[in-house]
């Protein structure tokens, strides 16, 4: 893997983990993963269940770090077979300019 496939593979799995565990656009996924999980956990679970014991599925769509080390083992392991193909370079430089985007604008908003 040559030094701009793995930026790019860094800056997709930044944005792609993200996704998984902060934005809004997949919040109704996580909310009903994590909900389904402590279910199957707890059974009728309360808000300390929830907080105090979740279920490790619970966690792992909560967690950026958790969630993050396999969004990264997929990306780079995607990038090992696929990073050589235009249609990999081009998702990968969607996120990371996406990223990079979300970034700049948090930072002037302010």
């Known amino acids: 893997m040559n030094a701009a ?7 997709a799995a930044t ?5 998984v565990t902060l934005d809004t656009l997949l919040e109704g996924p996580r909310v009903r993963i994590q909900h ?9 679970y309360t808000y300390d269940q929830a907080e105090n ?15 993050g080390v396999w969004v990264s083992a997929a990306v780079v392991a ?3 077979l ?12 969607a996120l990371t300019t996406s990223m990079a985007a979300a970034v700049v604008v948090n930072r002037t908003d302010a």
Not at 15 to 19: A, G, I
Not at 53 to 67: E, R, S
Not at 82 to 93: I, M, Q
């Open 5 to 11: 496939t793995a930026i790019r593979a860094a800056g």
């Open 15 to 19: 944005r792609l983990t993200r996704l």
């Open 36 to 44: 389904w999980a402590n279910t199957r956990k707890h059974g009728d």
């Open 53 to 67: 014991d979740p279920h490790w599925l619970a966690k792992l769509v909560g967690c950026t770090w958790c969630a």
């Open 78 to 80: 995607s990038a090992y």
């Open 82 to 93: 696929f990073g050589h193909t235009r249609a990999w370079k081009l998702a990968a430089d």
